[in-house]
């Protein structure tokens, strides 16, 4: 079997919630010696972003995505370790990752923040609906250290609020000390730069490589 009809096969067990068969795609692949950035980046992120596109669509459901993450989650378990023996970065900052208040889809903000830590980020991840006032907390908490501010928002109405973040950020006088990171399928280059953020990403494997653009 050829590299990408390996990934290919880990595409698919994603879309079509095959938790097993994402277990053994994910086995097969370490053994043909495809590394986990390749596994996740190449395979398991394309099928989650044809998932989350076909939620987006309405023409998958709730159950079904959540089927989907728990076999993203089960591949997960098998290649953490590996990325941790791929580690390229370290001591390269603090990133607060978080879930959009008003919005609970957490899959590309958990892969993002698998990504990240794999990358020599400490994770500080504040889970989902997060208020702006939580942010405004943590990042004075850690001001003054090299700090990250990663935001996810799967939805429209979740993603105006980013706007939001920036601005109480600036009113608080902490946007100078941080870098601030937003994805999540409706965000575009042109949003990140009306509402005077730094960065967004194509997906996870390209989220580690941007922020860690944006430490140096």
Known sequence: ?????????LRDAIITQNINGTVEATKAA??????????????????????????????????????????????????????????????????????????????????VSTMLGANGFKILDLGVDVPNETLVEEIKKNKGGKVLLVGSALMTTSMLGQKDTVEILKEEGLRDSVKIMFG??????????????????????DAARVALGLMK
């Open 1 to 9: 079997m050829s590299k990408q009809e390996i990934l290919d096969n």
């Open 184 to 205: 999540g399928a409706p965000v575009s280059q042109k949003w990140i730069a009306e509402i005077g953020a730094d960065a967004t990403a194509e997906n996870a494997a």
């Open 30 to 111: 370490l053994a043909a010696g495809i590394s986990a950035v390749e596994a996740i980046d190449g395979g398991l992120a394309m099928g989650m972003k044809i998932v989350g596109d076909k939620f987006e669509a309405a023409e998958i459901y709730l159950p079904q995505i959540m089927m989907s993450a728990k076999a993203m989650n089960a591949a997960m378990e098998i290649l953490t370790p590996e990325l941790a023996k791929e580690k390229v970065g370290e001591g390269v900052g603090m990133a607060i990752t978080y879930v959009q208040e008003g919005d609970i889809h957490d899959i590309g903000h958990r892969l």
